[in-house]
C-alpha cells in the first residue's frame, strides 16, 4: 500500500473509532436510564442525530430536540441550525432545549447529548443581544486566531443557554449528559460551551480575551457593553454551582480516534506512533514541527487535537487544509506525506475535510503556474489544494472529536 493510501485508511478507522451511535447505546446501556419517570433528551452538535440513535436503542423518549446542522435519520423532533456561525435555527433550537429542561420535574430524567458544534448550534442570547450580534462575535472570534478555550470563554458570558445555564434549567430532575469530546484536554466547562457543567469563567476572563485580540473594536458596540456590566455585577454571572444530582462522562474523544487510527496502521503491517493528543497553536506553524519530528522513518506518526488560524486573507479554506499547504512548502521534493482531516469531515466553511499531501505537491502547482507562498499568505488553502488533487472529501461523518493528522517520512 502507498503512503497516501495508507494515511487515509489510518484518517478514515480514526472517524469509525469514534462512532456516536454505538457509544452512546453502550452508555445509556450502562446509566440505566429507562427505569423512572419521563425522559427528556435534548442533542446537540454535529454528532447529535447519531446520538439520539443510540439514545433511543436502549431507551424510551417522551419528549425532546436535536440541534444539528444538516437533517438526517433521527428519532426525535430535529431543528436545523448553523455551524460555525449560529443563524435562527441555532436560537429556536437552543430554545426548545431550555423548555425542555425547564419542564423536567423531580422523577424526570433530562439527557444532553453534546458533540463537537453545539456551541454554534445552541444559540440563544442574553438578554438585550440579538442574533446579529452573536453572530458578528462568533465571525470576530473565529478569525482572530483565540482558541476554543478563549472563544467559548467569550461565547459563554454572550449566551442563555452556555456556560452552565441549561443545566441550571433542569434543576428540579435528575441531569445526564453524554458527552463526544473534540476539544484538546477535555474540558467540560469548554465543549460546547459547557451548556450543563458549572463555568470556571467570568465576565473579566472574557474581556481579557477581548483586549488580548484588540477586539474591542471590531465587536458589536452591545457585546462590548454586555461584558462590561457583567465585569460590574450588573449581569448575572454565568452558574458556577453544580447540578445537584448530574452525572457527566466522556463518551469519545480524540485520544480514542488516535488509537483506533494507530490499530489500523499497525494491522497493515506499519508501526504507528501517537506524538500527542493535545495538538495546538497556529496551524501552518504546528505543521511544520509535526512533519520535523524525529522519526525512525518506518513508522507513521499520529497527532490529535485543534489548531487555530489567524485569518488575515481572503481566501478559503480551514485549519486543516492550512496546516496541509504549510506542510507541503515544508517538506517539497522530500519522501514525506502529510494528512491533516477533521474528524467532523468539515473543515472551515468548506466541503473539505482536510489534505493530503508530499513531497510532489508543490511541484503539481508549478506545473499549473501556482504560487503555493501566495495562497497560504491569502489563507487560500482550498484552492491550491484542490487545483493540484490534494483535498480529502468525505462529507459530514456524523462525528466530530478532534482533527488527525498523520506523518509518514522514508
Excluded at 446537540?44 to 443510540?54: F, I, V
Excluded at 469530546?181 to 469563567?201: A, E, F, K, M, R
Excluded at 492550512?322 to 521534493?333: Q, V
Excluded at 466553511?349 to 508543490?362: Q, R, S
Aim: proline fraction near 4%; aromatic fraction near 2%.
Amino acid at each position: 500500500m502507498d503512503d497516501r493510501s495508507l494515511l487515509l485508511e489510518a484518517f478514515l478507522a480514526g472517524i469509525a473509532g469514534v462512532d456516536p451511535e454505538a457509544a452512546t447505546a453502550a452508555a445509556v446501556n450502562r446509566l440505566e436510564l429507562g427505569n423512572r419517570g419521563r425522559l427528556l433528551a435534548i442533542a446537540a452538535g454535529k454528532g447529535s442525530l447519531a446520538m439520539a440513535r443510540g439514545l433511543v436503542q436502549i431507551a424510551r423518549v417522551d419528549e425532546g430536540v436535536a440541534v444539528a446542522p444538516q437533517p438526517g435519520d433521527c428519532p426525535i423532533p430535529v431543528v436545523i441550525g448553523g455551524h460555525p456561525v449560529p443563524n435562527d435555527g441555532s436560537v429556536a433550537g437552543a430554545r426548545r432545549a431550555l423548555e425542555i429542561a425547564s419542564s423536567a420535574d423531580q422523577g424526570d430524567t433530562v439527557v444532553c447529548l453534546i458533540s463537537g458544534g453545539a456551541s454554534a448550534l445552541l444559540a440563544a442570547p442574553a438578554e438585550g443581544l440579538t442574533l446579529a450580534d452573536l453572530q458578528a462575535s462568533n465571525r470576530t472570534l473565529l478569525e482572530c486566531g483565540a482558541d476554543i478555550v478563549e472563544t467559548n470563554t467569550v461565547r459563554k458570558h454572550l449566551s442563555a443557554i452556555k456556560g452552565g445555564w441549561l443545566g441550571a434549567a433542569a434543576k428540579r430532575s435528575r441531569l445526564v449528559t453524554l458527552v463526544f469530546s473534540d476539544v484538546v484536554g477535555d474540558p467540560l466547562d469548554v465543549i460546547g460551551s459547557g451548556p450543563t457543567t458549572p463555568d470556571s469563567t467570568t465576565y473579566d476572563d472574557a474581556l481579557a480575551v477581548v483586549a488580548q485580540y484588540g477586539l474591542r473594536e471590531r465587536l458589536p458596540e452591545s457585546v462590548v457593553a454586555h461584558l462590561e456590566g457583567g465585569s460590574r455585577g450588573t449581569v448575572a454571572e454565568t452558574p458556577k454551582r453544580p447540578h445537584p444530582r448530574h452525572e457527566i462522562e466522556i463518551i469519545g474523544s480524540g485520544s480514542v480516534a488516535a488509537e483506533a487510527a494507530a490499530a489500523r496502521v499497525r494491522s497493515l503491517g506499519t508501526a504507528a506512533r501517537i506524538v500527542t493528543t493535545r495538538l495546538d497553536g497556529e496551524s501552518r506553524r504546528a505543521a511544520v514541527e509535526a512533519v520535523t519530528t524525529p522519526s525512525d522513518g518506518d513508522e507513521v506518526l499520529v497527532f490529535a487535537g485543534e489548531t487555530t488560524v489567524t485569518v488575515t486573507g481572503a481566501g478559503r479554506g480551514g485549519r486543516n487544509q492550512e496546516a496541509s499547504l504549510a506542510a507541503a512548502i515544508e517538506i517539497d521534493d522530500r519522501d514525506v506525506t502529510f494528512l491533516a482531516g477533521g474528524t467532523d469531515g468539515i473543515d472551515g466553511p468548506t466541503d473539505a475535510a482536510g489534505g493530503i499531501v508530499d513531497g510532489g505537491t508543490i511541484m503539481r502547482g508549478h506545473a499549473l503556474q501556482l504560487d503555493a507562498a501566495a495562497f497560504l499568505e491569502d489563507n487560500d488553502a482550498y484552492t491550491y489544494l484542490s487545483a493540484v488533487g490534494d483535498l480529502i472529501v468525505t462529507g459530514p461523518t456524523g462525528t466530530n472529536v478532534a482533527d488527525l493528522w498523520f506523518v509518514r517520512r522514508r
